[in-house]
C-alpha cells in the first residue's frame, strides 16, 4: 500500500472510531487526525434510548478507554466542530480558525436530531421541559428529567426512538402519551401493516398512542404545561420528547463544492465527489450494489462497517472495494426485541409465523420474485437467516420453502 502521510477523520463517534481502527490495522502508520465537535471520545448511541433511561445505574457508553484510545496514536480534537472544508487546500477548517490538512479524509460527522419547527414552541424557544435525544448531553438531561418523577410524558413521534423512550417512560410508571402525525405509524421502516403491528406493543404496555394528528403547538411559562394538538386536543404534559428523526449533519460542508442530497453522495466505494474525500455513516449515502440504489442507513451495524470500509479506500484508492450489505437494525421496547433486515419498500409482506396479538412474529418482504426483507419480533433466532438469504438474492419461493419448514 502507498500510504499518504495524513488522514484525517472527521466525526468522533462510531463511524469515526472504526475508520481509525482500520486505518491502523490496515498497517497505516501516518498521521491521523479525529475531529469530534463533541467534549466526550467516542461512545456509543444506542444504550442512551434504552438502559440509559431505564437502568437504576446508568451504563458506561464508551467504546474505549483512554489508554485503547492513546494506543491508536491519533491527534484527537475533542469539542470544536469542523467548519469548513477547503477542498483545493485539502485541509479541514476547525472552529473556525485551525487548519488541518488531509491526503485522505473521511466525513463520518453523523446525524443532528430534528426539532419542532418555529412556532409550534412558545416565543424564545423551547421552554424547559422539552427534550431531543441524540447525544450523551442529551441522555443525561432526559434521564434527570425522568429521576424527577413527572406527571405526564408527551413523546412526539412513533418512531423507534421515540418509542424506545415512551418505553422507558412506562418502565417508571409514568403516563405516557406519543403523538405521531402520520396515519400509520413506521410505514417509511417496516411498511404499514408491520408498523401497525410493533406499534401494538404501546397499548399493550398501557402507553397511549394518538396517529394521524399533528401537534399545533407546546404551551407552558418557565417549563413545559400542555401539547396542543392539531385536531384542538389539549394534553396536559411536564415532560416532552421530539423525536421527529434526524438530518444528516453536512451544514459545515455547504460551500464547499461536494455534492450533497440527503447526506454526502458517494459511489459504491463511499467515494464523494471530492478526490481523496469518502464519508462513512448515518451521513453517507451511497450506492449499496446488493439492491443497485442509493441509500443512506441510520443503524449501529453499518455505520461501524463503512466507517472501516471508507477509511480503508481512502488510503488505498487504487484498490476501493465495493461496500454492498443487507441494512440491519433492531429497537428494543418493553422487553421486545425488534429486528429488521433488508428493505421495507415491497411489493408484499406477509407473516409466516406468529402474529401481532402473540406480540411474537416473523415477516417476509418481497419485491418481484425476491425476498428483500425480514422483520422479525421476538424471534432473535431468525433474524440473522432471513439476512443471509437477502443477502444470496434468494427468491420469494425459496424464502417462503425455508420459512415453512423452519416455523413448520
Ligand atoms: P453519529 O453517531 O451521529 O456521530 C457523529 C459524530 O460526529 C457526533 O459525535 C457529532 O457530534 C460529530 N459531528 C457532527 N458534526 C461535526 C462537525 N462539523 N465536526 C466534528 N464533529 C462533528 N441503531 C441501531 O441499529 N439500533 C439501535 O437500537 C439504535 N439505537 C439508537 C439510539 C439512539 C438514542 C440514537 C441517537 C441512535 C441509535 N441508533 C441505533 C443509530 C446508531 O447509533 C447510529 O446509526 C450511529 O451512531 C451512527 O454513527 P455515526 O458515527 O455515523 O454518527
Known amino acids: 500500500m502507498t500510504a499518504p502521510p495524513r488522514l484525517v477523520v472527521v466525526g468522533a463517534s462510531l463511524a469515526g472510531l472504526r475508520a481509525v481502527e482500520a486505518a491502523r490495522k490496515a498497517g497505516f502508520a501516518g498521521g491521523i487526525s479525529l475531529i469530534g465537535a463533541e467534549p466526550h471520545p467516542p461512545y456509543d448511541r444506542p444504550p442512551l434510548s434504552k438502559a440509559h433511561l431505564s437502568a437504576e445505574v446508568a451504563p458506561g457508553v464508551g467504546f474505549r478507554t483512554p489508554e485503547q484510545l492513546a494506543e491508536l ?110 396515519r400509520l405509524p413506521l410505514t417509511r421502516s417496516l411498511g404499514p401493516e408491520l408498523g ?74 463511499l467515494a464523494s465527489s471530492l478526490p481523496g474525500v469518502y464519508a462513512a455513516g448515518d451521513v453517507a449515502r451511497w450506492v449499496n450494489p446488493l439492491f443497485g440504489r442509493s441509500m443512506r442507513l441510520e443503524h449501529w451495524t453499518s455505520a461501524a462497517e463503512q466507517g472501516a470500509a471508507a477509511a480503508r479506500n481512502a488510503l488505498d484508492p487504487a484498490h476501493a472495494a465495493a461496500y454492498s450489505t443487507v441494512p440491519y437494525f433492531w429497537s428494543d421496547w418493553y422487553g421486545s426485541r425488534i429486528q429488521f433486515v433488508g428493505v421495507p419498500g415491497a411489493d408484499e409482506h406477509r407473516i409466516v409465523t406468529g402474529s401481532a396479538e402473540e406480540g411474537r412474529l416473523v415477516a417476509l418482504y418481497r419485491e418481484g420474485d425476491r425476498l428483500v426483507g425480514a422483520l422479525t419480533l421476538d424471534h432473535p433466532s431468525s433474524t440473522m437467516k432471513y439476512r443471509g438469504l437477502v443477502a444470496k438474492a434468494a427468491s420469494w419461493d425459496d424464502a417462503l420453502a425455508f420459512a415453512a419448514a423452519r416455523h413448520g
Do not use: Q
Open 196 to 269: 401497525v403491528a410493533c406499534s401494538a406493543l404501546h397499548a399493550r404496555n398501557g402507553t397511549v398512542l394518538r396517529t394521524g394528528v399533528g401537534v399545533d403547538r407546546i404551551e407552558g411559562g418557565a417549563r413545559v404545561e400542555k401539547v396542543v394538538l392539531a385536531d384542538g386536543t389539549v394534553l396536559d404534559a411536564d415532560l416532552v420528547v421530539v423525536g421527529i428523526g434526524a438530518t444528516p449533519a453536512v451544514d459545515w460542508l455547504e460551500g464547499s463544492g461536494i455534492a450533497l442530497d440527503d447526506g454526502v453522495v458517494c459511489d459504491e466505494t
Open 73 to 182: 496514536g491519533v491527534d484527537l480534537r475533542l469539542g470544536a466542530p469542523a467548519t469548513a472544508l477547503d477542498p483545493d487546500a485539502r485541509e479541514v477548517v476547525v472552529g473556525g480558525a485551525d487548519r488541518v490538512g488531509y491526503d485522505a479524509l473521511v466525513l463520518a460527522t453523523g446525524a443532528t436530531a430534528r426539532t419542532l419547527p418555529d412556532g409550534r414552541a412558545p416565543d424564545g424557544g423551547a421552554p424547559d421541559g422539552v427534550h431531543v435525544l441524540r447525544t450523551l448531553d442529551d441522555a443525561v438531561r432526559l434521564r434527570a428529567a425522568l429521576d424527577a418523577r413527572p406527571d405526564h410524558v408527551v413523546v412526539i413521534g412513533a418512531g423507534f426512538i421515540g418509542s424506545e423512550v415512551a418505553s422507558a417512560a412506562r418502565g417508571r410508571g409514568i403516563a405516557t402519551t406519543i403523538v405521531e402525525a402520520a
